[in-house]
């Protein structure tokens, strides 16, 4: 199957410092990923997602400026969390559809736990 | 608009009792994709099948088994013989047709399976 690979897995950051994670599809091409956050107990989010070499779209009330997105290759995205505050805790999960086809299976990353003091 | 509704919140069964996990979702599409994913407590999603709104065939995979119906628009999971591994939170999604469409999840349903 499929697999996407995300890192870190966990990072624990102070309040204002910005925090970079990598979403890494290993087997094949993802022209497309998407971005996800997940509160506990609860369902994911979808926060944004990701073309290859183009802008990434965000969904209604998630700041762009506040989560970058940048999408170089068809393997590797990477979600920045700029000034990241205690609000920003959460758990982060991208997810990365294979080129081609019009009924793309999304596949999984491992999720990063991000918590800010 | 697409929606997906998962209304059993959590069910504990005990091992070997046979669970069936709910899905009904609403859509205008003709062409659409429907979703299981498993999420145990390390939190990775387990892609576990995808349908294609075209086949109504019934898929049975191991101790899994999937019911589509389009007449009632669900797509319920059953797990036959439930063992402890089985706990997780199971999410049931929707997609439109179309490259790079997005994922409507339902809230999740969260399994716990007692020894």
């Known amino acids: 199957g499929a697999v996407v690979s995300q890192h870190p897995s966990r990072v624990i950051c102070k309040s204002g410092t910005s925090v970079k994670i990598e979403c890494r599809s290993l087997d094949f091409q993802a022209t497309t990923m998407f971005w996800y956050r997940q509160f506990p107990k609860q369902s994911l989010m979808l926060m944004a997602t990701s073309n290859e070499g183009s802008k990434a779209t965000y969904e209604q009330g998630v700041e762009k400026d506040k989560f970058l997105i940048n999408h170089a290759s068809l393997t590797l995205s990477t979600l920045t969390v700029t000034s990241a505050h205690p609000e920003d805790s959460s758990f982060y999960i991208c997810?990365?559809?294979?080129?081609?086809?019009?009924?793309?299976?999304?596949?999984f990353g491992p999720g990063t736990r991000l918590l800010v003091l | 608009a697409q929606k997906v509704t998962q209304a059993q919140t959590e069910i504990s069964v005990v091992e070997k009792e046979d669970v069936t996990l709910d899905c009904v979702y609403e859509t205008r599409d003709t062409t659409y994709y429907l979703f299981w994913y498993k999420q145990p407590p390390s939190g990775e999603l387990v892609f576990l099948i995808r349908?294609?709104?075209?086949?109504?065939q019934n898929e049975i995979s191991g101790r899994y088994s999937w019911n589509f119906q389009k007449s009632t628009s669900s797509f319920n999971f059953t797990i036959t013989a439930s063992q402890v591994v089985d706990s997780a939170v199971y999410f049931c999604?929707?997609?439109?047709?179309?490259?790079?469409?997005?994922?409507?999840f339902g809230k999740g349903i969260t399994l716990s399976v007692r020894p």
């Open positions: 997810s990365a559809s294979m080129a081609g086809g019009m009924g793309e299976t999304q596949y």
């Open positions: 349908r294609n709104s075209f086949d109504e």
């Open positions: 999604a929707l997609r439109r047709g179309g490259a790079n469409s997005k994922l409507t």
